[in-house]
């Protein structure tokens, strides 16, 4: 009984302290700047709300100044999505991929970036996860834009502001 009691006590031992070297380890991977300004289609600032996401949880919720200009932090070795919204626009969702090289993890990084919103008329656009018009990633010891992927949502971003702006209201006698 002796020796099963000893050998627990020292597996509990082992284990509490890989324990706690595992949470001061992942407690310095670093961090991802985000920091730029959200501007309209005249290329000026524009006062938006900026919502971060885990899987569908909403994590945090960012407004900009009133001249548009934000900044926030996404750990590294994280994936995250953000949803820019601006009442009268339609809402532009990034994902945010922090997953880099265990050499690299300790270094923090910034990304600064422009985000413009068009005008949807007088319709005001929900956010919208499942329309997401870029990907940050890390790449060739920054992080970018993924080029691909970008130019293709926001071929599919400008056809559905173009559907959205056709829309006509019909008015129905009784």
């Not at 750990?75 to 999505?81: E, F, G, I, K, T």
Request: include cysteine; charge should be positive; aromatic fraction near 14%.
């Amino acid at each position: 009984m002796k020796k099963f009691l000893k050998v627990t006590f020292l597996l509990l031992f082992i284990g509490f302290g890989y324990g706690t070297t595992f949470a001061q380890v992942t407690g310095e991977v670093g961090k991802l700047y985000l920091s730029g300004k959200v501007v309209n289609e005249n290329k000026r600032g524009l006062e938006s709300t900026i919502y971060v996401y885990k899987n569908r949880k909403l994590l945090g919720e960012y407004s900009t100044s009133g001249i548009g200009k934000f900044a926030f932090e996404v750990n590294m070795q994280d994936s995250v999505a953000f949803v820019v919204y601006s009442e009268g626009y339609v809402s532009k969702t990034y994902v945010v991929s922090t997953q880099i090289h265990e050499s690299k993890q300790k270094k923090d990084h910034a990304f600064p970036c422009f985000i413009d919103l068009y005008p949807v008329g007088r319709i005001p656009s929900p956010v919208d996860l499942d329309r997401p018009v870029g990907r940050i990633q890390y790449h060739g010891g920054q992080f970018i834009y993924d080029p691909d992927f970008t130019k293709e949502s926001n071929e599919k971003l400008k056809e559905f502001i173009r559907e959205r702006k056709d829309l006509a209201i019909k008015e129905i006698e009784d």
